[in-house]
């Protein structure tokens, strides 16, 4: 994708050759006292800031552009490989930062966010946050949310090595590890994963080392570890608090050491991945309870990065959107895909009450099993059945009756009496909170025979 205008600060032509090749109106200003006239009278779509200018400069730049609320994208391009600045430009508020001229490729994914952003900027909600890249589908709005992807972007943007994710199961941790790693390495480097609590401690010690032929009975030929076939990339510790005691230890060497070897081995072999672990429990417990290592609890917990639960209060904002999301980008029936436009506006208000104990896994679940109960262009609260054990009650026994029995006639005509009894029996009200027209409406009073309780004659005794 390209930009309409850029405008870059500084004289360095080798940032000025790079931005060229993305707009086809290319901006300058030699030094920052000209940059203010050109933001107002341009109306920019990216700024680009070479480091040639000082950094106590860009420093200033960037509280200016908070303070005076310009939303426009700033990215700073360094020409050092590594600079001792970036953690500090990021968290005032950058929108990214290019790291050398091996970093320059990227740009090309930042210039693609940015256009993406513009392009829904008129919409009501937006779903991906730009701290977040494009292609790891971490969704949300709230001040939670944004808050984990800059610190995910920070962390990310740094050398910190072990990183530690730490969040409820199914609150998008592996996510948030494939963020940490894309922008750190890019999405071309190797990002493994491995459970930690799938595996027999023998077995995860031989998939993490790897072995040497006849280490052990059944170690007929060679094995790669994990820890060195990810190379330079990533690797994903998931559940590291079941990890067993004694490959704690090991796991500590090669965090301190950055070498280990293979089962059986006697050669160092140098670690150069990317060591990141989350945890779906809290690890400080874990230690007092003898059942995590203190000294790699204190060597993981450099700088973590915390998903908060979907029940959380600062996360309710989110919980809409995501659903909303599900909906759009669902694949569990394929025929119905494009078809479903969302929920109805008592759908929902209840998904918004419920706890969600299974947070955002489980939210998928039920938005997946509700597009293929729904026959209507909006899922209803009907087929929004949240507890699984309600979905076995309704449908165990007479198999397709039992579904119309739920889904078309019991669930729904109970919905629309409920309804209408909210509504006090105005019809137009009612509809509204149904989510379907008026007309709609009638007919279904109609065809469940529903009648207002005030008007229907009092049988005799």
């Known amino acids: 994708m390209a930009l309409d205008k850029i405008l870059v600060v500084g004289k360095d032509t080798e940032t000025h050759k790079l931005a060229r090749a993305f707009t086809g109106q290319l901006f300058a200003a030699d030094d920052m006292d000209d940059v203010w006239q050109l933001v107002d009278s341009v109306q920019p779509h990216l700024i680009l800031l070479d480091t040639w200018t000082p950094h106590e400069h860009i420093c200033s730049f960037l509280r200016a552009v908070e303070e005076k609320s310009i939303d426009t994208p700033v990215v700073v391009v360094d020409h050092a490989e590594d600079s001792p600045h970036a953690e500090m430009i990021l968290s005032l508020g950058a929108f990214d930062y290019i790291k050398g001229k091996s970093d320059h490729p990227r740009l090309t994914e930042v210039i693609d966010r940015i256009a993406k952003g513009a392009d829904n900027s008129g919409d009501e909600e937006v779903y991906f946050s730009e701290e977040c890249p494009s292609c790891v589908s971490i969704v949300g709005k709230s001040e939670a949310t944004a808050k984990t992807l800059r610190m995910t972007r920070l962390v990310a943007n740094s050398s910190c090595n072990p990183v530690l994710i730490v969040g409820e199961t199914g609150t998008g941790k592996e996510l948030a590890a494939q963020a940490v790693h894309i922008i750190r390495h890019g999405s071309e480097s190797k990002f493994v ?166 947070n955002v896994r489980e939210l998928k679940n039920v938005i997946d099993r509700a597009i293929l109960l729904e026959a209507s262009d909006k899922i209803g609260l009907s087929n929004l ?49 149904l989510g379907i027209t008026r007309a709609t409406l009638y007919a279904k009073v109609k065809h469940y025979n529903i009648q207002d309780p005030a008007k229907t004659p009092a049988m005799a005794t």
């Open 193 to 358: 994963a491995i459970n930690c609590a799938a595996l027999t401690a023998n077995l995860l010690e031989s998939e993490l080392f790897g072995h040497v032929k006849g280490s052990f009975t059944s170690a007929d030929r060679e094995k790669t570890g994990l820890l060195e076939l990810a190379q330079t990339g990533s690797i994903l510790l998931d559940e590291i608090s079941e990890m067993p005691l004694e490959l704690q230890a090991k796991l500590l060497r090669v965090l301190q050491e950055k070498t280990f070897r293979k089962v059986g081995g006697v050669k160092d072999i140098t670690c150069k991945a990317t060591i990141i672990a989350s945890s779906n429990r809290n690890l400080l417990e874990e230690v007092e309870k003898g059942k995590f290592r203190s000294d790699l609890y204190y060597r993981l917990t450099i700088c973590p990065i915390y998903l908060a639960p979907l029940r959380h209060e600062s996360r309710r904002d989110d919980i809409a959107l995501l659903a909303e999301y599900f909906i759009s980008n669902s694949d569990i029936c394929p025929e119905k895909k494009g078809r479903i436009k969302g929920l109805t506006r008592l759908a929902a208000e209840h998904i918004k009450k419920h706890h969600w104990p299974g």
């Open 385 to 433: 059945i949240i507890n699984p054990e309600d979905f076995e009650t309704s449908f165990s026994g007479s198999g397709v009756a039992a579904l119309k029995d739920f889904s078309l006639e019991r669930a729904e005509k109970e919905l629309v009496a409920k309804a209408l009894a909210e509504a006090g029996w105005q019809k137009t009200r009612a509809a509204a909170l």
